[in-house]
């Protein structure tokens, strides 16, 4: 027997409604994989410039440890790039920028898990449900030769039902394929859009605490400002000139 043959007969013994079972676990799949992942990201989403808020007296007068002790119950993902930053402030602004840049990637990579689930069932389940197509076509055409002989009577309208019930079947299998695609598209795009916005959150705090870790590591104090260290130096200048005047006037 042909090759051809041989698969011809499997898809006619096993017909198209397999195809449909599979779509329909499929959406199922996916349906558990956009709830799972709306909880996880309601849990890492937060308010930015509330943090901001929250980590500004610590941050403006230097206390890292208890810009910490804020940060220690926020599940957040702006406030888990934040809290590595800080446990690495002491160490100085490249270890601290390196602790967050390492932070801000597992957390990406958190958000991401499962959504390559999504994106491909939304590429690929229209071209499953075609699938169906084509078998539900090959029946269709089988029960077309099987009727070739029955011109009429009760067996040709027989022979005719079952050439349209193939033809819908096939039609089915291509309206589920194209409605399992539907919401896994979507919901892959709204998490994708999700992460984006969460992820340049996050990078504003961190360059947040980045601002003020450095401005500790020059020296400067953030509360104080600039213009009494400007004028203590300017208070020193006129003393440095008085010196030569006085050795002059002693001899």
Known sequence: MPIIEMIKQVFVQWGASWVLWLLCALSLASLGIIVERWLVFRGKQDDIRRLSALLEEPLASGDFPGALVKLEHQKSLGAMVARAGLRLAPRGLTAADKGMQGALALERAELENRLAYLGTLGNN???????????????????????????????????????????????????????????????????????????????????????????????????????????????????????????????
């Open 125 to 251: 389940a229209p071209f499953i449900g075609l699938f169906g197509t084509v078998i539900g076509v090959l029946l269709a055409f089988e029960e077309l030769s099987r009727a070739s002989g029955v011109t009429s009577g009760r067996s040709g309208q027989i022979a005719s039902s079952s050439i349209m019930g193939a033809i819908a079947e096939a039609l089915v299998a291509t309206a589920v394929g194209i409605g399992v695609a539907l919401p896994a598209v979507a919901a892959y795009n709204y998490f994708q859009r999700r992460i984006a916005r969460m992820l340049s959150e996050a990078e504003a705090l961190s360059n947040l605490v980045l601002a003020y870790v450095s401005a500790r590591e020059r020296g400067l104090s953030a509360g104080a400002p600039v213009t009494d260290s400007t004028n203590a130096q300017a208070s020193l200048a006129p003393s440095r000139e008085l010196e030569p005047r006085k050795m002059s006037e002693v001899v």
